[in-house]
């Protein structure tokens, strides 16, 4: 069953959280293995099936970059994940964010680590405001590739940037 149904909600990236949550704690209770230790060993298997599956979409609905990767899995957007070519002008932008990275390898310094963190912000925020317009109008009945290719390129920058940001809390650390 599709998280989003599992939960009564449609498809959305962003669902109403209230409604998540309440959505939920009744499966939660509904749910609970506790409730089927007097059933079969079957029963009981189900049970706690349906409850790890329960607090698996909850956990995944609940998360902003999670639930997009969700989205895109379950529309088959990120199959060729590994062979999809981000935009040039993005990928010179992040030559130059790398050769900064690189060099604060070999003369670490707190504020220029700093300052690369803050500009990697300020890129991701430009590219959420970018995407967030197709995201608001997101229709699950319509054409997903279409309506999706904007998300799903997002969603890989937003990765790209990710790893940046952990080389630098390397380097931060060390």
């Given at each position: 069953?599709?998280?989003?149904?599992?939960?009564?909600?449609?498809?959305?990236?962003?669902?109403?959280?209230k409604?998540?949550?309440?959505?939920?704690?009744?499966n939660?209770?509904?749910?609970?293995?506790?409730?089927?230790?007097?059933?079969?060993?079957?029963?009981?298997?189900?049970?706690l099936?349906?409850?790890?599956?329960?607090?698996?979409?909850?956990?995944?609905?609940?998360?902003?970059?999670?639930?997009?990767?969700?989205?895109?899995?379950?529309?088959d957007?990120?199959?060729?994940i590994?062979?999809?070519t981000?935009?040039?002008?993005?990928?010179?932008?992040?030559?130059?964010?790398?050769?900064?990275?690189?060099?604060?390898?070999?003369?670490?310094?707190p504020?220029?680590?700093?300052?690369?963190?803050?500009?990697?912000?300020?890129?991701?925020?430009?590219?959420?405001?970018?995407?967030?317009?197709?995201?608001?109008?997101?229709?699950p009945?319509?054409?997903?590739p279409?309506?999706?290719?904007?998300?799903k390129?997002?969603?890989?920058?937003?990765?790209?940037?990710?790893?940046?940001?952990?080389k630098l809390?390397i380097?931060?650390?060390?």
């Amino acid at each position: 069953m599709d998280f989003f149904e599992l939960f009564h909600l449609a498809p959305s990236f962003f669902p109403d959280e209230k409604a998540l949550r309440r959505a939920y704690l009744a499966n939660s209770k509904r749910l609970h293995p506790d409730f089927f230790t007097q059933d079969d060993p079957a029963q009981q298997a189900e049970a706690l099936a349906l409850s790890s599956r329960n607090n698996e979409a909850y956990e995944t609905l609940s998360d902003f970059d999670r639930r997009i990767q969700y989205i895109l899995q379950q529309a088959d957007m990120l199959q060729d994940i590994g062979t999809t070519t981000l935009p040039q002008s993005f990928l010179f932008e992040m030559m130059d964010i790398n050769e900064a990275v690189a060099d604060l390898l070999d003369n670490p310094d707190p504020q220029r680590i700093a300052a690369a963190k803050t500009q990697i912000e300020s890129i991701e925020h430009d590219l959420y405001e970018a995407v967030k317009p197709a995201m608001e109008a997101f229709d699950p009945s319509g054409d997903l590739p279409s309506q999706l290719q904007a998300v799903k390129f997002f969603f890989l920058k937003k990765r790209y940037l990710l790893r940046i940001v952990e080389k630098l809390s390397i380097f931060a650390d060390a």
